[in-house]
Each structure stands twice: as structure tokens, then as C-alpha cells.
Nanobody, 121 residues
Framework: QVRLVESGGGLVQAGGSLRLSCVASGRTLSSYVMGWFRQAPGKEREFVGSIRWSNTYYADSVKGRFTISRDNAKNTVYLVMNTLKPEDTAVYYC????????????????WGQGTQVTVSS
């Protein structure tokens, strides 16, 4: 069984930055696709970005502002978020799996509990 724990969320002003971490336990995740999703109040969960080995893919809404990386030695994936906007406010989740299509949440097997990111204007 894989357990994912996110951290690093918080309150930040627009234009600021945050780094989220997702630490995995129970299994080495170096071969897994790791995804980041977010869910704002009243909205569906949406894809943010993913990393497969060292290859990354991002949603258009965050491309150029967010960066995903992984440290296999620490079994950890990071989401660095720069130039944050109020519309980035959401609960951010990391996920692990072998999705056929990385943007679809149902393709991931394991999920963290989420971390709140709030961007004030």
C-alpha cells in the first residue's frame, strides 16, 4: 500500500510563491507517474501537472508558472508554484499511478489527503 502526504500549503499574496511536497511511503515511486491535481470550492478536481520519470506535463493554466520535480532518493515529488493568482486557490492533491492519460484523475491509484493553498488578491 502506498501512502502519500502533501505539505507546504498556506496563505500567500498574489504574485507570491509556494513549494508543495508530496512524500510517499510504502513503496518506491520512481517508476510511477506522479500527478498534481487541485479542487476549488464548488468545482471539479482538475489536473495541474504530472511527471513521468523526468518528463513533465502541465495544464495550460499553470504552464510557465508551476514546476514539478521529483527526488527519488527521498521518495518525494515537489510542486513549485510561482506568480500565484487568486484563481490558484484550491486544495492541492498529489497522486500516483500508471494512468493511460495523465490528465484524468481516475487513472491514478493512490491519493494524498490534500493541502490547502489560498492566494489573496
Amino acid at each position: 500500500q502506498v501512502r502519500l502526504v502533501e505539505s507546504g500549503g498556506g496563505l500567500v499574496q498574489a504574485g507570491g510563491s509556494l513549494r508543495l511536497s508530496c512524500v510517499a511511503s510504502g513503496r518506491t515511486l520512481s517508476s510511477y507517474v506522479m500527478g498534481w491535481f487541485r479542487q476549488a470550492p464548488g468545482k471539479e478536481r482538475e489536473f495541474v501537472g504530472s511527471i513521468r520519470w523526468s518528463n513533465t506535463y502541465y495544464a495550460d493554466s499553470v504552464k510557465g508558472r508551476f514546476t514539478i520535480s521529483r527526488d527519488n532518493a527521498k521518495n518525494t515529488v515537489y510542486l513549485v508554484m510561482n506568480t500565484l493568482k487568486p484563481e490558484d486557490t484550491a486544495v492541492y492533491y498529489c497522486a500516483a499511478g500508471f494512468p493511460t492519460i495523465v490528465t484524468i484523475s481516475s487513472g491514478y491509484n493512490y491519493w494524498g489527503q490534500g493541502t490547502q493553498v489560498t492566494v489573496s488578491s
